[in-house]
């Protein structure tokens, strides 16, 4: 069973749609939960983190944490076509982990 | 500040070739990496150093080397290419490790192809 494992998608949605992406994890270790954002022939960018179970919201972006399920969600409302980039869960205990990611389209 | 910056940002090696990724920051960080994405994959640890004189193996090191002879720059090497090693390499840096807060600041990407 891998460490990390991330929705495949792709995922296409039109302008002002809400995006869902999700992962899972299996490491108990895990302490500190993050989205990472990749733009096309970009290197990636640390987009959200929260390190309890719970949600977080940063302007149009809501993270999501469920540690019992082991599960973590990225939501983003009013999807803009700026927003289309691969997301990457990732996991830090003494390194970070990262999920496969997810690319987003969204069309205008 | 350049943040972290990449040389080359795309090579071609033949089977056997070698040659060397150069990674630099300007923000004092100790603590630097270099992973590789593939499709499906993710990124994955080569090697990292947490510190000046520092090297050690993340999760996929075999055919790569490393050294980190100054704080500014980190070099990965491949010593004899294979085309197993076509990837896109990033290099990231961090002030610390271990907290959501130590955030990797990742370069533009290498990609390299090995035919």
């Known amino acids: 069973q891998k460490e990390v494992e991330q929705d495949p998608g792709p995922l296409s949605v039109p302008e002002g749609a809400i995006v869902s992406l999700n992962c899972t994890y299996s490491n108990s270790a895990f302490q500190y939960f993050m989205w990472y954002r990749q733009y096309s022939r970009k290197g990636p960018e640390l987009l959200m983190y929260t390190y309890s179970s719970g949600n977080k919201e940063d302007g149009r972006f809501t993270a999501q944490v469920d540690k019992s399920s082991k599960y973590i969600s990225l939501f983003i409302r009013d999807s803009q076509p700026s927003d289309s980039a691969t997301y990457l869960c990732a996991f830090n205990d003494y390194k970070l982990s990262f999920g496969a990611g997810t690319t987003v389209t969204v069309r205008a | 500040n350049a943040g972290v910056t990449q040389t080359p940002k795309f090579r071609v090696l033949k089977t056997g070739q070698s040659m060397t990724l150069l990674c630099a920051q300007d923000?004092?960080?100790?603590?630097m990496y270099w992973y590789r994405q593939d499709p499906g994959m993710g990124l994955r640890l080569i090697h990292y150093s947490v510190g000046e004189g520092t090297t050690a193996k993340g999760e996929v090191p075999d055919g790569y080397n490393v050294s980190r002879l100054k704080k500014q720059n980190f070099l990965l090497g491949l010593e004899s290419a294979a085309p197993s090693q076509t990837s896109v390499y990033f290099c990231?840096?961090?002030?610390?490790?271990?907290?959501?807060?130590?955030?990797?600041?990742f370069g533009p990407g290498t990609r390299l192809t090995v035919l």
């Open positions: 923000m004092n960080h100790e603590y």
């Open positions: 990231a840096s961090s002030y610390a490790s271990g907290g959501a807060t130590d955030t990797q600041y």
